[in-house]
Nanobody, 124 residues
């Protein structure tokens, strides 16, 4: 069982920035594609971004392009989501995810492990 622990979510004003972190204790972390999803109240979970095992490839949702950056540090077993110019519509629980056997999917069902989530609230 891969455990993922997110941190960094908090209340921030519109236009502000946050960096989310997700840490895994798994020694094989560097072999997994990682990603972030989010779920706003009353809405379905939606894809935000994903990064390949070595950080060489990334994919973003249209809503994240130009504002969010996903990165990873395999020496620290951590994946990050830097979020800039936050908007009230970014308010959601953000989940860290791991894809053990593949890369590049934006479908939630394809990810094998999920963290518990961290709340991001953007005030107007």
């Amino acid at each position: 069982q891969v455990q993922l622990v997110e941190s960094g979510g908090r209340l921030v004003q519109a236009g502000g920035s946050l960096r989310l972190s997700c840490t895994s204790s798994e020694r094989t972390f560097s072999s997994y594609a990682m990603g972030w999803f989010r779920q706003a109240p009353g809405k379905e979970r939606e894809f935000v971004a994903t990064i390949s095992w070595n950080g060489g490839n990334t994919i973003y949702a249209d809503s994240a392009k130009g504002r969010f950056t996903i990165s990873r540090d395999n020496d620290e077993n951590t994946v990050y989501l830097q979020m800039n110019n936050l908007k009230p519509e970014d308010t959601a629980v953000f989940y860290c995810v791991a894809d053990i056997g593949g890369w590049g999917t934006t479908r939630a069902a394809e990810y094998d492990y999920w963290g518990q989530g961290t709340q991001v609230t953007v005030s107007s």
